[in-house]
Each structure stands twice: as structure tokens, then as C-alpha cells.
């Protein structure tokens, strides 16, 4: 779901295969012999749609800028072009539906606009992005406590009503977490509409605690899941025991 | 892809597991984690106060057959050496040992700086012991 690689060029023109001619880089048609141009993975997919840098997003908008978009670049309407253009057309295509996919959802959306603003996701080799210690003991005393259950009812013999209420109960601070960081994603990315014409060091430091946030909200729903697996094998008779087996992750 | 066997034994037979007394002056606690996957690992170390060496480490790691691979073979690694020994460990020489692929580098990663940090942890007791030896003793 992670946006593709953006390569950082700073190419501002596209040329159109067909007549030579400069076009910038989020048209999509040459303004001079109107042909579909090849694809650039320039990597805005803000500028692609012509819409803003924001975060808040009309959807209906988007989705009308999309289907506009995918008729024009329909291969169907290339079926006798030059071999060039039938293969733009299906580029073009193929780019406006990952775009599609990568704005539509607000988490994506978020990830690609710091890939664009030079804030690639943080791989661990790169420690600049730190866990907040008291997240990490969080997270380390419920997988103790979720592991400790897991043993418990697969021991067998445990009241499995009462291993559910104590999962439960371990789920809530958990879940208000996780509440807390989609609220919290939401001012932020509020934040960064309203400083569209600020001063850029305040701009960065929203992205980048934005960027935090969103690898904060990773964990939480790893462990999210981590839980909900074990509510599954917790229910009474469910009609499919699902093997929960400490199996390495692949 | 396949697990070394090294993994698979430090996995299934995992070495040091459990804890150590958090707040033993003496006592250094690394707790780190790796978001991207949910990993969460915790190691400490047990260090003498005299020599200097690392009696004894244990970890806890809620995470893949990596991560918990290279914990286990980091608290074997640990025991013996010296604080300053234990610093040189690097996160390559887990990667080598254990034939990690390159998805699982960041496992290796992870056990580097949980050594760090528990070791930091464990200097910073020691710094503020001597600062305030009348509280020695007091529970944080």
C-alpha cells in the first residue's frame, strides 16, 4: 500500500514523444498536439489530480477527478494509436489508479505526502524516529500479559470466560491509544492544511511528528491484532479454532 | 525463504530468558522495539560491580523468529565480557552468526541497540549512585 519509491529529480518538463514539444510535468495531454504523454513517475499524485498538497480531501471530487481521468486515458481509446501512445495510455492508466488508491485512503495519503515532502517512511536502520519509552513499556507489558493468557488457555482447563474478560480488559488502554493517535493524526493533518502558506521549519516539524505518530499507530495496531487473534480463540466453540501457535512471523 | 538452523535453535531453544531485579543498582534495562513490525524486545544485563564483566543476561522479545534469534544469541554473547567488550558487539556480527537475510537485518539491529541501551542504562545507575549513595536502596 506504501506509495512507490519517489525519486527525487527536480524535472519540471515532460517532452512529448510525438512532436517535441515541452509540457509540465502534471499535464497529461501535450497542449500542442494533444496526444496522451508518456507517464513520468514524478510521484505527485497531488499534482497528478491538480488538487492541492492537503490532507483533507473531498472525496467526491477525487473520485470524479478519477473517473474523468480514467476515460480519458483509456486504453480503448488507443486501440489504433501509435504503439507509443497505446502504451502512455496504459501507463497513464495504470499510474492514475495506484494515485487513486494512495489518496483515497487517509493513512496512505499521509505517507505519500511526506515521501513527496522528503520525509520517507523511517526504516529502522535509521534510528531518527524514536518509539516514546513509555509507548514501548506499554506495549511490552501487554504482550506479557497477552502471552501469559495465550498460555493459560492453551494449557486448557482455564475458565475461558474469565481469559476473555481479562483480554478484554487489556484491550481498553490499548484502544484508547489508538484513539487517541487517530485524533491526534487528525489536528495534525488539519494543522498542515491550515499552514499551506507558513513559514517551512513549522511546516517540517508538523510533518515530521505526523511521521511519529503514524509509526506509533503501526505499533498499536500490530498489537491490535495481536489481541484480536486471541479473542477469536477464545470464543466459545467458535466455529473455526484458529491455530494460534507462537509460529515465527515470516 | 528458509530460517537458518541457527535461528531455529536459538528460536525453539530460546537461551537467558526472563528478568533481572529493574532496579538493581547494578542492573542495566534495554527496552526497544520496532514499529514496522511490532517487534518489542527487553534485555538486561547483570554487571559486576568490581571486574566490571557482565555476570549474567536475560531477554524477553515478543517479536519474529529473528528478532528473538538474535536476543537469545546476543545475552549468550554478553555473558563474560566486559562493559566495553559488550559495546564492540555489532549488529553485523549477529547478521553473520545467524545468516539473517537481508529482510531480517533490522532483527540484528534491534539486539545492537538494546545492548546499548541497556548498558547506558546501567552507566547512568552508576553515575547517579555515586551522586546519591544515601539513597542507595530506595525503590524507584
Known amino acids: 500500500m506504501s506509495p512507490d519509491p519517489i525519486p527525487l529529480r527536480s524535472a519540471s518538463t515532460l517532452e512529448c514523444r510525438n512532436c517535441g514539444a515541452g509540457a509540465p510535468v502534471d499535464e497529461h495531454f501535450c497542449r500542442q498536439c494533444n496526444r496522451i504523454l508518456a507517464v513520468q513517475r514524478f510521484g505527485d499524485y497531488f499534482s497528478f489530480f491538480g488538487v492541492p498538497r492537503r490532507l483533507t480531501l473531498d472525496a467526491a471530487d477525487l473520485e470524479q477527478r478519477f473517473r474523468d481521468l480514467s476515460r480519458k486515458f483509456h486504453p480503448d481509446y488507443f486501440y489504433n494509436a501509435a504503439p507509443a501512445e497505446r502504451l502512455a495510455s496504459l501507463e497513464r492508466s495504470s499510474y492514475l489508479n495506484d494515485a487513486y488508491r494512495t489518496l483515497r485512503n487517509p493513512v496512505s495519503r499521509i505517507e505519500h505526502l511526506l515521501a513527496i515532502e522528503g520525509l520517507p517512511p523511517t526504516r529502522h536502520e535509521d534510528s531518527a524516529v524514536k518509539v516514546p519509552p513509555a509507548l514501548l513499556e506499554e506495549v511490552f507489558a501487554l504482550n506479557e500479559e497477552l502471552d501469559e493468557i495465550r498460555e493459560l488457555r492453551e494449557a486448557g482447563g482455564a475458565d475461558t470466560a474469565a481469559l476473555a474478560a481479562r483480554l478484554a480488559s487489556a484491550r481498553k488502554p490499548i484502544e484508547r491509544k489508538r484513539d487517541e493517535h487517530e485524533r491526534d493524526v487528525q489536528e495534525l493533518s488539519a494543522k498542515w492544511d491550515a499552514q499551506a502558506e507558513g513559514e517551512p521549519a513549522a511546516r517540517k516539524s508538523t510533518l515530521e511528528t505526523l511521521r511519529e505518530r503514524l509509526l506509533e499507530r503501526t505499533y498499536v495496531n500490530n498489537l491490535l491484532a495481536g489481541i484480536e487473534r486471541e479473542a477469536q480463540s477464545l470464543k466459545p466453540s467458535s466455529e473455526s479454532p484458529e491455530p494460534t501457535a507462537q509460529s515465527p512471523k515470516p | ?140
Open chain 2, 1 to 140: 525463504m528458509a530460517y537458518s538452523d541457527k535461528v531455529i535453535d536459538h528460536y525453539e531453544h530460546p537461551r537467558n530468558v526472563g528478568s533481572l531485579p529493574k532496579d538493581d543498582a547494578n542492573v542495566g534495562t534495554g527496552l526497544v522495539g520496532a514499529p514496522e513490525c511490532g517487534d518489542v524486545m527487553k534485555l538486561q544485563v547483570k554487571v559486576n560491580p568490581v571486574t566490571g564483566v557482565i555476570d549474567d543476561a536475560k531477554f524477553k522479545t515478543f517479536g519474529c523468529g529473528s528478532a528473538i534469534a538474535s536476543s537469545s544469541l546476543a545475552t549468550e554473547w554478553l555473558k563474560g565480557k566486559t562493559v566495553e567488550q559488550a559495546l564492540a558487539i555489532k549488529n553485523t556480527d549477529i547478521v553473520t552468526e545467524l545468516a539473517l537475510p537481508p529482510v531480517k537485518i533490522h532483527c540484528s539491529v534491534l539486539a545492537e541497540d538494546a545492548i546499548k541501551a541497556a548498558i547506558a542504562d546501567y552507566k547512568s545507575k552508576q553515575t547517579q549512585d555515586k551522586t546519591s549513595s544515601v539513597g542507595a536502596g530506595a525503590s524507584v
